[in-house]
């Protein structure tokens, strides 16, 4: 019997966020030399100068690069992205262990 393959993705998130960048990318929202430039600028401004190997520093800078991006298009503006995200916060740091994380009725507006 063979061994379960290693997930390619560290965390959920990283996946998601991978995938939902491939999809606007795919459905022409930006071309991916745009993209690939923009996250490698990204990442000299961390100062990520070792190898990359998935981790949650590279999906930082991933997700930073996507609010970005999406900024830049007029997609999402910079204040619905936050308050987007203080809403995911306080979904998960008020959901118990092992629970699903689901925002308030009402949260993002």
Known sequence: ?????????????????????VHLNETGLFAWDQWAQRFGATLARHRVDRDLD???????????TLEGFLAELSVADAAQ???????????????????????????VG
């Open 54 to 64: 998935g981790g949650e520093d590279y999906f930082v800078a991933w997700l930073e």
């Open 1 to 21: 019997m063979s061994a379960a393959p290693e997930p390619v993705f560290e965390a959920p998130w990283h996946a998601q966020v991978f995938a939902m960048t």
């Open 81 to 107: 992205v936050e308050k987007l995200r203080a809403a995911w916060e306080e979904a998960y740091l008020s959901t118990p262990h092992g629970a699903p994380v689901r925002l308030a009725d009402g949260a």
